[in-house]
C-alpha cells in the first residue's frame, strides 16, 4: 500500500479520515500497520500490503446474495450456483416471507470480528508471492496482456473500449473478483493515473496486486479490501466507475447505486457490463427469482437496474445490448449530474 491512497481512503463507517500507526515497509510501500479513524477511532488493519477496510474489521469472503438476504449464517456452504437451489427448496413465496420476518426482528449478521487470522496470512503470503499463478495454467489464462477470446471476448473488448472512453486519469472498479477486468484497462489505458479495484472477499487482494505488478502498474494502483455498499473511499474521488459481471453477486443494489454515485467526481462516468436479466442457471424461473429479488434489493434485470440509478441521481448515457454465449448482455453508460 502507497501513502499516498490514505489521500483518497476514508472510514468505511463514517468517512472519517484515517491514519497509519505501526507501520513497516519495503521499498517506500506500507507492508503492514494499523489505520485509525480520526472520528469515530475505529481501526482497520494493513495485511502483507493491502487495506482491509471492511465494517467492524469483519474479514468477508463472498457469500451468495441469497444468503445473505436470508441470513444464513456466514460459512455455510452454498447451496448451488448462487444458492438458487436454496431458493427452489424454500419455495419463493416462503422464501419472500422468511425475508420480510428476518428484516423487521433481526440485524445484518457480521461475520468474525477477529480480523488478521492465522489462515488468512497463509493464504495472503502464498497469494502475495504470485505462487497461485504458477499452477493449473493460470499464468496462461489470467497473465495474458492483452486478452484474447471468442464471443465473450468482443463484449469484453467493448466494455474496456467503453470505460476508455470515458477519458478518466482516476479510475475505480467495484466488485472486482480476481481483477482480470481492472488490470486489463490498466494495462490498455496508458494515461490513468490512479487505479483503485475495491473487492470484499481479502483473499483476491494479492491476486489483483500481483497482475498489477505484473503489467508494470502497480505504483498508481491498489487493490482494497471493502464493502461496495460501505466504500472506504472519500466523495468525489474518481472520474468512472466500472463493474464488470458482478451485479448478480451483490445483495444491496440500491446502497451500491448510492456510493458508486458519491465517489464519482461531478459528471463523472459510471460503465457497467452486466446479464440483460438475472441469472438462474435454469434453476428456477426468471419471473420468480424477479419476485424474491425486488423483495431483497439483489440485481432483478436491466429495465429496474436503469430505473434505480437513476433514483439516486445517474443519467443514462447510453445502452448497448451484446448477443453473449450465454444470452444477452447490457453495456451501460451512466452520468452523475
Given at each position: 500500500?502507497?501513502?499516498?491512497?490514505?489521500?483518497y481512503?476514508?472510514?468505511?463507517?463514517?468517512?472519517?479520515h484515517?491514519?497509519?500507526?505501526?507501520?513497516?515497509?519495503?521499498?517506500?510501500?506500507i507492508?503492514?500497520?494499523?489505520?485509525?479513524?480520526?472520528?469515530?477511532?475505529?481501526q482497520?488493519?494493513?495485511i502483507?500490503?493491502?487495506?482491509?477496510?471492511l465494517?467492524n474489521m469483519?474479514?468477508?469472503?463472498?457469500?451468495?446474495?441469497?444468503?445473505e438476504?436470508?441470513?444464513?449464517?456466514?460459512?455455510?456452504?452454498?447451496?448451488?450456483?448462487?444458492?438458487?437451489?436454496?431458493?427452489?427448496?424454500?419455495?419463493?413465496?416462503r422464501?419472500?416471507?422468511?425475508l420480510r420476518?428476518?428484516?423487521m426482528?433481526?440485524?445484518?449478521?457480521e461475520s468474525?470480528?477477529?480480523?488478521?487470522t492465522?489462515?488468512?496470512l497463509g493464504?495472503?503470503?502464498?497469494?502475495?508471492s504470485?505462487?497461485w499463478?504458477k499452477?493449473k495454467?493460470?499464468?496462461?489464462?489470467?497473465?495474458s496482456?492483452?486478452?484474447?477470446?471468442?464471443?465473450?471476448?468482443?463484449?469484453?473488448?467493448?466494455?474496456m473500449?467503453?470505460?476508455?472512453?470515458?477519458?478518466p486519469?482516476?479510475?475505480?472498479?467495484?466488485l472486482?473478483?480476481?481483477?482480470?477486468?481492472v488490470?486489463?484497462?490498466?494495462?490498455?489505458?496508458?494515461?490513468?493515473?490512479?487505479?483503485?479495484?475495491?473487492?470484499?472477499?481479502?483473499?483476491?487482494?494479492?491476486?489483483i496486486q500481483y497482475?498489477?505488478?505484473?503489467?508494470g502498474?502497480?505504483?498508481i494502483?491498489?487493490a482494497?479490501?471493502?464493502?461496495?455498499?460501505?466504500?472506504?473511499?472519500?466523495s468525489e474521488?474518481f472520474?468512472t466507475a466500472?463493474?464488470?459481471?458482478?451485479?448478480?453477486?451483490?445483495?444491496?443494489i440500491?446502497r451500491?447505486l448510492?456510493e458508486?454515485y458519491r465517489?464519482?467526481?461531478?459528471?463523472?462516468?459510471y460503465v457497467?457490463l452486466?446479464?440483460?436479466d438475472?441469472?438462474?442457471?435454469?434453476?428456477?424461473?426468471?419471473?420468480?427469482?424477479r419476485?424474491?429479488?425486488?423483495?431483497?434489493?439483489?440485481?432483478?434485470?436491466h429495465?429496474?437496474?436503469?430505473?434505480?440509478?437513476?433514483k439516486?441521481?445517474?443519467?443514462?448515457?447510453s445502452?448497448?445490448?451484446?448477443e453473449?454465449?450465454r444470452?444477452?448482455?447490457r453495456?451501460t453508460?451512466?452520468?452523475?449530474?
Amino acid at each position: 500500500m502507497q501513502s499516498s491512497a490514505l489521500e483518497y481512503l476514508r472510514c468505511p463507517e463514517c468517512r472519517g479520515h484515517l491514519s497509519i500507526h505501526r507501520t513497516t515497509k519495503r521499498n517506500g510501500d506500507i507492508r503492514s500497520g494499523t489505520m485509525k479513524c480520526a472520528k469515530c477511532d475505529n481501526q482497520y488493519p494493513v495485511i502483507l500490503g493491502r487495506p482491509a477496510l471492511l465494517p467492524n474489521m469483519a474479514v468477508n469472503t463472498w457469500q451468495a446474495p441469497v444468503d445473505e438476504a436470508l441470513g444464513v449464517v456466514p460459512g455455510t456452504p452454498v447451496n448451488g450456483l448462487l444458492s438458487l437451489n436454496r431458493l427452489k427448496e424454500i419455495g419463493i413465496d416462503r422464501a419472500i416471507e422468511q425475508l420480510r420476518n428476518r428484516n423487521m426482528n433481526t440485524e445484518l449478521i457480521e461475520s468474525d470480528p477477529n480480523a488478521v487470522t492465522k489462515e488468512l496470512l497463509g493464504k495472503a503470503r502464498y497469494l502475495d508471492s504470485g505462487e497461485w499463478f504458477k499452477h493449473k495454467g493460470r499464468a496462461k489464462r489470467l497473465l495474458s496482456f492483452p486478452a484474447e477470446g471468442g464471443v465473450n471476448f468482443d463484449i469484453f473488448r467493448e466494455f474496456m473500449n467503453t470505460v476508455q472512453r470515458t477519458e478518466p486519469e482516476y479510475l475505480i472498479d467495484l466488485l472486482s473478483g480476481g481483477g482480470y477486468g481492472v488490470t486489463h484497462q490498466a494495462f490498455q489505458n496508458r494515461a490513468l493515473r490512479r487505479i483503485a479495484a475495491v473487492e470484499r472477499d481479502l483473499k483476491c487482494l494479492w491476486n489483483i496486486q500481483y497482475r498489477f505488478k505484473h503489467i508494470g502498474r502497480s505504483s498508481i494502483s491498489e487493490a482494497i479490501g471493502g464493502d461496495v455498499r460501505r466504500l472506504p473511499i472519500a466523495s468525489e474521488s474518481f472520474d468512472t466507475a466500472m463493474t464488470l459481471q458482478g451485479l448478480v453477486e451483490l445483495h444491496g443494489i440500491s446502497r451500491f447505486l448510492q456510493e458508486t454515485y458519491r465517489v464519482l467526481k461531478q459528471d463523472g462516468y459510471y460503465v457497467a457490463l452486466y446479464s440483460e436479466d438475472p441469472v438462474t442457471f435454469d434453476i428456477i424461473p426468471v419471473s420468480d427469482l424477479r419476485k424474491f429479488a425486488l423483495e431483497a434489493n439483489l440485481y432483478t434485470g436491466h429495465e429496474h437496474f436503469i430505473s434505480a440509478a437513476e433514483k439516486v441521481g445517474f443519467r443514462m448515457i447510453s445502452t448497448k445490448a451484446l448477443e453473449g454465449t450465454r444470452g444477452m448482455k447490457r453495456i451501460t453508460v451512466f452520468r452523475k449530474i
